[in-house]
């Protein structure tokens, strides 16, 4: 029988599942997998199921040799950290989790966007400290969202249904960036690169894929181009965001704030990002709902499932 390993703690359901449908091991370790367990991953087991993170890069697969697995069953919709044309060229066909996690993004690009345009995250310190004065009519004032204007960097899944939810909930006007033209069952307008989105835009959201083509795609050209009361939210992959810029544009005041759920060391957060007020940070919880990771563990489970009875793969990348 074909022996799977899932590289993290699934929710119950999950687990449950993969021991009464297949032979697994259930790793409980909630780290990344060292570079020892990757090459063990490759050699001693069919089928893996790794998560962000695991970094299956080319020099991996190169070090295992000739790879006993044949599946590497990711377990979320980005899978910048495995190299995909190294894993084909070892016969290890990759798939993902898409759609699972489209809602529940979003809804934290929402969090985001009203937490830092209204400072919620710095009233809450203010409160938690003891040091709160009381009400008063030029405290703590923040942005109104409602009628501004959303530029979104990648207008995917996740890209529209976050525009879809500010622009029927809080009537703002969408723009956007993209390879192609989208129907958005509104009306939306494309802007030809991220400098002229940056521009026109009062709060920016990244929302694109990790990986090569994106690093630092926000840069410090781009965060200059921003308005200073632009606020900037990152729900996709840290590397995306030039962090060290990122920092800089808040520490001068050059934007008024930012909502990041991704970092580009992650789990590392800089200090320097850590003192700021202007800055809300969520330690990557865009998909962190019971209901979701249980879907994504399930649609995983589905491509080894079907991996496993010959049959193509629901999700291949």
């Known amino acids: ?21 297949f032979d697994v091991d259930l790793r409980q370790d909630t780290g990344v997998l060292s570079r020892a367990e990757m090459l063990r991953a490759l050699r001693d087991y069919d089928v893996v199921m790794p998560t962000l993170g695991d970094g299956f890069s080319a020099e991996i697969f190169a070090e295992a040799g000739p790879s006993r697995c ?44 009203l937490m830092s345009a209204r400072r919620a995250s710095e009233g809450e310190r203010l409160v938690r ?44 006007e969408v723009f956007y960036v993209a390879r ?5 069952g509104f009306v939306a307008t494309r802007m030809p690169d991220v400098v ?33 009361e632009a606020h900037l939210v990152n729900i996709a992959r840290g590397e995306v965001v030039q962090q060290q810029a990122l920092i800089s544009a808040l520490q001068d005041g050059r934007i008024a704030g930012a909502g990041l759920d991704v970092y580009e060391f992650e789990p590392e957060v ?19 709902t019971e209901e979701v990771r249980s879907a994504m563990g399930h649609m995983a489970l589905d491509n080894v499932a079907a991996f496993l009875a010959g049959k193509p793969l629901p999700n291949s990348v």
């Open 1 to 21: 029988m074909a022996k799977l390993w899932i590289t993290r703690p699934m929710t119950a359901a999950v687990t449950a599942r993969a021991q009464a449908e």
């Open 70 to 113: 044949r599946l590497l069953a990711n377990f979320g919709v980005g899978f910048n950290h495995i190299d995909v044309a190294a894993a084909q060229a070892q016969g290890v066909a990759v798939s993902n989790t898409p759609g699972a996690v489209t809602d529940a993004t979003a809804d934290v690009a929402l969090t985001l966007i």
């Open 129 to 172: 400290s003891g040091n709160w004065p009381g009400w008063h009519p030029t405290q703590m004032l923040g942005q109104h969202v409602s009628g501004k204007r959303l530029g979104v960097l990648g207008f995917g899944r996740i890209g529209q249904a976050i525009a879809r939810r500010c622009h029927h909930g809080f009537g703002m």
């Open 180 to 184: 192609s033209d989208k129907d958005a």
């Open 196 to 228: 002229s989105l940056a521009r026109e835009v009062d709060v920016l959201v990244v929302a694109v894929p990790g990986g090569g083509e994106t690093r630092h795609l926000v840069d410090a050209e781009v965060l200059a181009a921003m308005r200073p």
């Open 270 to 288: 800089p200090q320097a990002l850590r003192d700021l007020d202007n800055v809300t940070l969520l330690p990557h919880l865009g998909t962190a």
